[in-house]
């Protein structure tokens, strides 16, 4: 229901842009974002964007990564630039609807940062 793509091998500096459909479930989600993950650590919060676009970001990626959504295509885009080795991870779409409550996740896609 939430299929990511757009991960890969880039250098350090350089940029990447991850994209996120979402299908079979509602248009119009009131949350959608993207976390990641590396072995042996929780998962972050990336950022968010909200149906009224209020946007937010974790403290590790503001200034560098940029989120938006096309909710026509059901898309949500994380553009990474300035990325860095510790930006390494793998990066999951998650959707949230208040209601009726239901939260969605996608199968991840793998970002490595090269330095």
């Known amino acids: 229901q939430l299929q990511a793509s757009g991960g890969g091998l880039v250098q350090a500096g350089g940029s990447l842009n991850l994209s996120c459909v979402h299908s079979?479930?509602?248009?119009?989600?009131?949350?959608i974002g993207w976390y990641r993950q590396t072995p042996g650590r929780q998962r972050e919060l990336v950022a968010t964007i909200t149906l009224g676009n209020i946007i937010n970001y974790g403290d590790s990626v503001k200034g560098r990564f940029t989120i938006s959504r096309d909710i026509t295509k059901r898309t949500v885009y994380l553009q990474m630039s300035g990325l860095k080795p510790e930006d390494t991870a793998v990066y999951y779409c998650n959707a949230i609807q208040f209601w009726p409550r239901e939260e969605y996740w996608g199968q991840g896609t793998q970002v490595t940062v090269s330095s």
């Open positions: 079979g479930i509602s248009l119009n989600l009131n949350v």
